[in-house]
């Protein structure tokens, strides 16, 4: 998630005020293509879409044919099993009183795969709340 309607305006290039106006499905005016481009970068998930899509009744897949988690709980389960990860090779790496090279790389990859894992937990979080803002507005 990105924060605040300030913060989303902000990187949007817009007003809180219009970032009030486009996360209320009341109102008609809607969020330029532009801005859900720079929202869904910085976010990391296609969050905007994911909403336009469900309004549809349709759901995003990614090329890969993998869909995104669709639950809080999928998602903070990748990031304890990330988690977990990194916890274990950092464990194995001062076991010895002395951090390798090699041992150095697997946290930095293991950190890498747990940043990941919390940048889908953030977008599965923004889609759920926007789908549910959504549901609850109509």
Same mark, same amino acid.
């Given at each position: 998630?990105?924060?605040?309607?300030?913060?989303?305006?902000? +990187?949007?290039?817009?007003?809180?005020?219009?970032?009030?106006?486009?996360?209320? /499905?009341?109102?008609?005016?809607?969020?330029?293509?532009?801005?859900?481009?720079?929202?869904?970068?910085?976010?990391?998930? /296609?969050?905007?879409?994911?909403?336009?899509?469900?309004?549809?009744?349709?759901?995003? #897949?990614?090329?890969?044919?993998?869909? /995104?988690?669709?639950?809080? #709980?999928?998602?903070?389960?990748?990031?304890?099993?990330?988690?977990?990860?990194?916890?274990?090779?950092?464990?194995?790496? +001062?076991?010895?009183?002395? #951090?390798? /090279?090699?041992?150095?790389? &697997?946290?930095?990859?293991?950190?890498?795969?747990? &940043?990941?894992?919390?940048?889908? &937990?953030?977008?599965?979080?923004?889609?759920?709340?926007?789908?549910?803002?959504?549901?609850?507005?109509?």
């Amino acid at each position: 998630m990105i924060g605040t309607h300030e913060d989303a305006g902000a +990187i949007a290039g817009v007003s809180k005020t219009q970032m009030h106006r486009w996360a209320h /499905p009341q109102d008609s005016d809607l969020i330029t293509l532009t801005a859900a481009m720079k929202l869904e970068a910085e976010c990391g998930m /296609p969050c905007v879409s994911e909403v336009m899509a469900a309004q549809s009744g349709f759901r995003l #897949v990614s090329a890969e044919g993998k869909a /995104p988690p669709n639950c809080m #709980v999928t998602a903070f389960a990748g990031i304890a099993d990330e988690f977990g990860e990194v916890s274990g090779r950092v464990a194995d790496a +001062i076991q010895d009183g002395l #951090v390798s /090279p090699n041992e150095h790389t &697997a946290i930095n990859d293991a950190l890498h795969k747990l &940043a990941e894992a919390v940048r889908v &937990a953030k977008g599965t979080s923004a889609s759920l709340r926007a789908v549910d803002e959504m549901r609850r507005a109509s």
